[in-house]
Nanobody
């Protein structure tokens, strides 16, 4: 009942920037936490950043000072601004949301399909 669609991935040079967007759609009653995860080939999926319903944030140590997560509750959208990108940031980035569909009595976790970010010279 809730769908997440990511956009903004692509190929950039080291030191470049990208902004990822994730929009939630459907008949949504409420969204709590939203976040971004990433997974590189042969590696486990890892947390990149999360933000609560009131705007509080948490980041992985590897991206602190370079990435910024934000959200627009009116648009049910979460963003990830990525600056000073490094080759090790290369991965598929997935959006995640803890959301309650209007017909449900509880919150569930939803995932987007992912967007590829490649950092290479």
């Amino acid at each position: 009942q809730v769908q997440l669609v990511e956009s903004g991935g692509g190929l950039v040079q080291p030191g470049g920037s990208l902004r990822l967007s994730c929009a939630a759609s459907g008949i949504i009653f409420s969204i709590n936490a939203m976040g971004w995860y990433r997974q590189a080939p042969g590696k486990e999926r890892e947390l990149v950043a999360t933000t609560g319903s009131s705007g509080g944030t948490d980041y992985a140590d590897s991206v602190k000072g370079r990435f910024t997560i934000s959200r627009d509750n009116a648009k049910n959208t979460v963003y990830l601004q990525m600056n000073s990108l490094k080759p090790e940031d290369t991965a598929v980035y997935y959006c995640n949301a803890e959301a309650r569909a209007f017909g449900d009595t509880y919150f569930k976790r939803y995932w987007g399909q992912g967007t590829q970010v490649t950092v290479s010279s």
